[in-house]
């Protein structure tokens, strides 16, 4: 059954590739591309405004099916990311300005792919160095093509293609940073300010808008034998994933001891379970897995803790699902027993000093109740003027104070739960939460907003 199905796919890219894509082949070497030079040569019929693009769409997906390593879908992604610039350029200059604006939000989405995967492969121990030379080198050619394409549009076009290459800048950075050190980031924002074909465009972002971000510790885990998918930061409207459903996520038992262990059981419903990729997170301690099934390990401080399971199936499409997990030691269960059993005991006599409470924060939610905003490999994109609230949580927020500070919007609110209104301005700024409590112990987490007047985007 497998092999048919294998004949199949490879039949599928033979036809496509031949009849339909033959003029996205790429001249000169592909491994080695010159700074400023994407020579991919797209045809009226295969640009996104022609009728039969749905078949570029479809041959992609089949190449990334095909590929098995998280290398090849890297080069992949930044492959289809080349061709996505040369497409938005080839519009422009056609003076499809809407179609070329939406377009931008394909290209984000595959150069995210191609950052993410390479990440994933470099931690994993792959070797990544000629990859990344090339992902810098040609995302120095996107750039160079993208800002040409720019400054063609009118103004009544907005800034879409602006904002996607900040966007794309700022991805690549923080993996810089990640791989090779603030070091690297510098170097190369430099690079990106000699190359733009605009004097001064990135100049600015090496100071302001491209920052090294930095983010909460959290631990991952997943199956040996499976490759964990990034996820992506855009998802075409026209493209409807039909994938794996969470039927279940349980825990036994549902209260441990402190570095105690409990098992964390995924119940799937998919066709082609074989298919399936697993990825585990826990706000602490730790989680090993063995693909629908881990083993979480308590961290030494009681509280609640969240486990959180991700299932991808070879497509991309996935579904998600949350769980809590008690952690409480044996005094604490003893009191608490004493406390319901005995009701002549004063409450307040033996009570817990007030602000004793943890401050460690389990995590941050970012919700909205319309549909710009989205969660990106850099933090999240919101449009400009659209709020959006925040919720910090803790295992207890009795004795807990909680500081809201932005960078740039305005703060609404107080308590663990806020919202926060992006400014009317494009760029990255951040919003960092600090909860205290009345020891003086503090914890904080710092988000990162992208910012952008492109509603087609989402």
Not at 30 to 58: E, N
Not at 197 to 219: I, K, N
Not at 279 to 288: L, R
Request: overall charge negative; glycine content about 6%.
């Amino acid at each position: 059954m497998k092999g048919g199905l294998w004949f199949v796919r490879l039949l599928l890219i033979f036809v496509v590739g031949v009849v339909v894509l033959s003029p996205l082949a790429v001249h000169g070497e592909a491994s080695a591309p010159q700074p400023m030079r994407l020579d991919y040569d797209t045809s009226g019929l295969l640009l996104p405004s022609s009728p039969v693009y749905p078949a570029v769409s479809a041959y992609r997906d089949v190449r990334m099916s095909l590929a098995e390593q998280n290398t090849e879908k890297s080069d992949l992604s930044l492959e289809f990311a080349n061709q996505d610039a040369v497409s938005i350029s080839e519009l422009v200059q056609k003076q499809d300005y809407v179609t070329a604006t939406k377009h931008c939000a394909t290209y984000q989405n595959n150069f995210d792919r191609s950052v993410g995967w390479l990440v994933i492969a470099a931690e994993r121990g792959s070797d990544v160095s000629l990859l990344l030379g090339r992902l810098k080198n040609d995302h120095l050619s996107q750039q160079w093509v993208l800002g040409e394409a720019a400054q063609l549009l009118p103004e009544w076009s907005g800034d879409a293609i602006d904002v996607a290459r900040r966007h794309a800048a700022t991805v690549l950075a923080q993996a810089l940073a990640s791989l090779e050190g603030n070091e690297a980031v510098v170097e190369y924002q430099s690079a990106l300010a000699a190359m733009s074909p605009e004097p001064g465009f990135f100049e600015s972002m090496a100071d302001r808008e491209m920052p090294v971000v930095q983010t909460p510790s959290l631990a991952f885990a997943s199956a040996p034998a499976t490759e964990v998918s990034p996820a992506p930061s855009v998802v075409e409207e026209n493209v409807v994933a039909v994938g794996p459903d969470i039927a279940s996520l349980s825990v036994s038992p549902d209260t441990v001891a402190p570095k105690g262990t409990c098992r964390v059981t995924c119940n799937v419903i998919c066709d082609d379970e074989a298919s399936l990729e697993y990825t585990w997170w826990c706000s602490k301690g730790a989680i090993s897995s063995d693909g629908s099934d881990a083993r979480w390990t308590a961290p030494s401080k009681p509280g609640t803790y969240q486990l959180r399971v991700t299932v991808m199936d070879g497509n991309g499409a996935g579904d998600a699902q949350s769980i809590n997990v008690s952690v409480k030691d044996d005094e604490e269960e003893d009191e608490a027993n004493e406390g319901e059993d005995d009701d002549s005991i004063d409450s307040g006599s033996d009570a817990p000093a007030q602000g004793s409470s943890s401050p460690d924060i389990l995590g941050v939610s970012v919700t909205a109740d319309h549909k710009y905003l989205e969660q990106s490999m850099a933090g999240y994109s919101i449009l400009v003027d659209r709020d959006c609230t925040i919720k910090c949580e803790v295992a207890d927020t009795d004795g807990i104070t909680f500081t809201w500070t932005a960078s740039r919007g305005e703060i609404v609110g107080s308590g663990d739960t806020v919202k926060w209104l992006a400014p009317h301005a494009v760029g990255n700024f951040t919003v960092t939460v600090t909860a205290r409590n009345g020891k003086g112990q503090e914890d904080s987490v710092t988000l990162t907003f992208h910012v952008t007047t492109c509603s087609q985007c989402f």
